[in-house]
């Protein structure tokens, strides 16, 4: 059975801090996998996906960037944190067909002071 | 663009009464639908999605049917429980385009008893 896992849970960061997201899937080989980000209230916005090792297309520049180094990693990360980068950030994967179902993982709730 | 426009905010129910969440879509080509759940403190997980062959998907009760006629994807279950209480998005897919869903701003659901 696949599984997702995302860490660390929850973080509080300073402002102008750096930091790093990350996201590991087992029992899948390939996946997409994507990133999404959710304010408090707000909707899922996604903020970038990924085919393949190496290969990350963004969908929303937030000042954050993505990188997948192995096929079953992947990681969301800012050298300078902002206010506005508070919210939930969950990490999916699907087949990557049409259609396909996103498995989310349990999200990592950040809270920028 | 490509967009869903569905029901949000708060809805409040009493336990036993029918459910409609509202969910239409604007889009150049035949996308695919979704709906997708997410209890307190969980993450997203899919609920319901279209068939291209304008079969209507039910999972626990809930039931949706793509009318294209009207661009909607409506959510409805005759009945609602305590445990229906959640947030739903509904969401959007182009063929093509794999699993990289737009979703709408979501409607938490709220069921008293």
């Known amino acids: 059975a696949q599984t997702i896992h995302q860490w660390p849970v929850a973080e509080i960061k300073a402002v102008g801090s750096p930091l790093s997201l990350g996201c590991t899937i087992k029992g899948k080989s390939s996946p997409n996998l994507y990133w999404y980000w959710q304010a408090t209230g707000g909707t899922l916005q996604q903020l970038f996906y990924?085919?393949?090792?190496?290969?990350v297309e963004s969908v929303v520049q937030l000042n954050l960037s993505a990188s997948r180094p192995k096929d079953d990693q992947f990681i969301l990360s800012t050298e300078k944190l902002l206010l506005s980068h508070s919210g939930f950030y969950l990490c999916?994967?699907?087949?990557?067909?049409?259609?396909?179902?996103?498995?989310f993982g349990s999200g990592t709730r950040l809270t920028v002071l | 663009g490509d967009s869903v426009t569905q029901t949000e905010g708060l809805v409040t129910l009493t336990e036993g009464l029918p459910v409609m969440l509202n969910c239409t879509y604007q889009s150049t080509y035949s996308p695919f639908l979704f709906w997708y759940v997410q209890h307190l403190n969980e993450a997203p997980k899919l609920l319901l999605k279209?068939?291209?062959?304008?079969k209507r998907p039910e999972h626990q009760g809930f039931h949706a049917t793509l009318h294209k006629s009207s661009s909607s994807f409506h959510l409805q279950k005759s009945s609602a429980q305590l445990s229906d209480s959640a947030l739903y998005y509904c969401a959007l897919s182009l063929q093509g385009t794999g699993s990289k869903l737009s979703f709408g701003k979501g409607a938490k659901l709220t069921v008293s008893p």
């Open positions: 279209s068939f291209t062959d304008n």
């Open positions: 999916a994967w699907s087949l990557g067909g049409d259609a396909e179902t996103l498995y």
């Open positions: 990924s085919i393949t090792v190496g290969q």
